[in-house]
């Protein structure tokens, strides 16, 4: 039962260049949230999309957006990238309803921008 | 609103004794509370979860935690520290139901000495 995939794992960008991180959910969930994990911190929810929409958003700018798409995957954008953009990005899965009974966390992808 | 609290920014122990990790959390709802672990490099790892079932949830490589709603409290204990406990510590809090984003605390650094 495959888990939470992202890609790329690592990834380096010049300041005021875009970005497009993706994720496919664990098996036979619904939901997809993103979270970026700086250096030292606890993750910060980002946003969250659920049948195509974005249902959440935290304290981040509209610089962040995301899609999901019919299969649940789902990426996130960045765009003007900062220096203060380089982070470790996180991808979880669950079921709408069910966030309860835990999220499925993927390993990241580690974005450095120079 | 949400948020957690972790007391203790780093715990060292030795091998062989008890760890206790310490969690408060504020909610307006009746929360979910979750510990993941997080190794370096690596995505988090469900520990445990608590859902407004037993107050005394048990988890995944020995570790188990108290709801204490009295305290606002979920510590984070295990009676014998392993080598391969070294890691970051997150406790999160979330809701119940619906969209539910997870607020994660600042984490806590464990060592385990030989």
């Known amino acids: 039962d495959a888990g939470v995939t992202q890609s790329p794992t690592h990834l380096i960008k010049t300041r005021g260049q875009q970005v497009t991180l993706r994720c496919s959910p664990k098996s036979g969930h619904d939901t997809v949230s993103w979270y970026q994990q700086a250096l030292g911190q606890g993750p910060q929810f980002i946003f969250q999309y659920y049948e195509e929409e974005e249902r959440q958003r935290g304290n981040f700018p509209d610089r962040f957006s995301g899609h999901q798409f019919p299969n649940y995957s789902s990426e996130l954008n960045v765009n003007a990238l900062l220096l203060g953009d380089s982070a470790l990005y996180l991808c979880?899965?669950?079921?709408?309803?069910?966030?309860?009974?835990?999220?499925?966390f993927g390993s990241g992808t580690r974005l450095t921008v120079v | 609103a949400q948020s957690v609290t972790q007391l203790d920014s780093h715990v060292s122990v030795s091998e062989g004794t008890p760890v206790l990790l310490r969690c408060n959390y504020s909610?307006?709802?009746?929360?979910?509370l979750f510990w993941y672990v997080q190794h370096p490099n690596k995505g988090l790892q469900l520990l445990l979860k608590?859902?407004?079932?037993?107050?005394l949830v048990k988890g995944i490589n020995g570790f188990e935690a108290e709801f204490k709603k009295s305290e606002t409290s979920f510590h984070l204990t295990k009676p014998s520290a392993h080598m391969s406990d070294a890691a970051e510590y997150f406790c999160v809090v979330g809701r119940s139901g619906g969209y539910n984003k997870l607020i994660f605390g600042a984490g806590t650094r464990l060592a385990v000495h030989p």
């Open positions: 979880a899965s669950s079921l709408v309803g069910r966030a309860n009974y835990g999220y499925t």
């Open positions: 608590y859902t407004s079932a037993a107050t």
């Open positions: 909610s307006s709802y009746s929360p979910s």
